[in-house]
């Protein structure tokens, strides 16, 4: 008998969801490895229709979200499917300074002559509302990647548009435990699926979920052709990975808080972003819809570009390396990444894991007090 993941609660469900319960079947979703099947069979080549381990992790992601859910190779992919709908001459509508990725998609496309962009800072929020009017795209980041904006999404997502406008939400650093797009009035929600949802920085994968079935078969369509499709044992692995989403995100988000307080009380840092401080400029703006405040954190070290690379540099806990959303805390000086350049030079992007937070707090505090004639 089919699990009704409207009747149980969203931690529930990733534990629960997904599994066939038939008599003699693997309690645990096994990878299946073949590129194709004998026909005749709906599941002829898996390029085109993936395989029971990806629809098995459709079937999880597109319950706790809310929606219809494809699987990508990677969150680039998905994005990619979303943007690349665009025609010629369209309008598309996207932050700034949005994920480098993206931002790279829209200045090719700009400079071809397809698109139109309009560039908007993501706590303008009358000038998305605008925007909904006349772009044929809203693209929304939110929490920002790695300035930690949040934007007004009940407002944008509500407001009136021009007809076949449709919105967009990079919901990555939240993950559906967070915030929930769909249910505000978003019509596609994207995750790199690489991130908080695998949870072990050992998979690439990435995910859309529409509650249109017309946008779900016409996103397919798109991955089909552009070979897009998650591997059988990446799909196994963000399976494996989201079964424990919520208790990560729970010890997360505890240890985000608990940091992000210390880190503004500290004389060695300048800035500190986190949607749940209430000096967060977003704060009220996260506080109308989010369920949590996540677990990353950005802020600014005193002093150089060159002390905040030696602070990432000196840590012995957390780990200096890029990507975000393990059980593992990383942290990387941001600006120094290509294409990031634009980004305050001293800001340390940090992904806070799963580690005792006295630990991560002494880690942090030694390496402050290594780099201060810096």
């Not at 931690?11 to 003699?24: C, F």
């Not at 025609?87 to 496309?109: F, M, Q, R, S, W």
């Not at 959303?325 to 600006?335: K, L």
Request: proline content about 5%; some cysteine.
């Amino acid at each position: 008998m089919a699990l009704n993941n409207s009747d149980i609660d969203p931690s529930t469900w990733l534990i629960a969801g997904g599994r066939s319960r038939e008599p003699g079947q693997p309690l645990n979703v096994a990878p299946q490895l073949a590129s194709n099947f004998y026909l005749p069979a709906e599941r002829g080549y898996s390029r085109a229709d993936g395989t029971e381990t990806s629809a098995v992790f459709e079937e999880l992601m597109g319950g706790l979200e809310g929606g219809h859910a494809l699987s990508f190779s990677s969150g680039m992919a998905a994005a990619h499917v979303v943007l690349n709908r665009l025609p010629a001459g369209a309008t598309l509508a996207i932050p700034v300074d949005p994920y480098h990725g993206v931002k790279g998609l829209a200045v090719e496309a700009e400079a071809q002559g397809r698109w139109n962009i309009l560039r908007l800072e993501l706590d303008d929020t009358q000038g998305w509302i605008d925007a909904a009017k006349v772009a044929d795209l809203l693209w929304l980041e939110t929490p920002a990647n790695p300035l930690m904006t949040v934007c007004d999404l009940p407002a944008i997502c509500s407001a009136p548009r021009k007809d076949g406008t449709i919105v967009a939400v990079d919901s990555t650093f939240a993950t559906p435990l967070v915030q929930r797009p769909l249910d505000l009035g978003a019509d596609v929600v994207m995750h790199s699926a690489t991130k908080f949802i695998g949870g072990h920085s050992d998979l690439l994968a990435g995910l859309l979920i529409t509650k249109s079935s017309e946008l779900h078969e016409e996103f397919n369509g798109r991955r089909v052709l552009n070979g897009g499709t998650i591997g059988a044992m990446e799909a196994f692995l963000a399976i494996r990975g989201a079964r424990t989403l919520a208790l990560r995100m729970e010890k997360a988000q505890a240890n985000a808080m608990e940091l992000a307080a210390r880190l503004d009380a500290s004389d060695d840092v300048a800035l500190v972003r986190y949607p749940g401080l209430a000096s967060d400029p977003t704060h009220e703006n996260a506080a109308k819809f989010m369920m949590g405040w996540g677990a990353m954190i950005s802020f600014e070290t005193v002093g150089s570009a060159e002390r905040a690379t030696a602070i990432c540099e000196q840590v012995e806990i957390i780990n200096h390396a890029t990507s975000l959303g393990g059980i593992e805390s990383t942290m990387e000086r941001r600006a120094a990444v290509p294409g990031q350049e634009t980004i305050p030079p001293s800001l340390i992007r940090f992904s806070v894991g799963c580690e005792d937070v006295e630990d991560l707090s002494n880690d942090l505090a030694n390496a402050f007090a290594n780099t201060r004639d810096m």
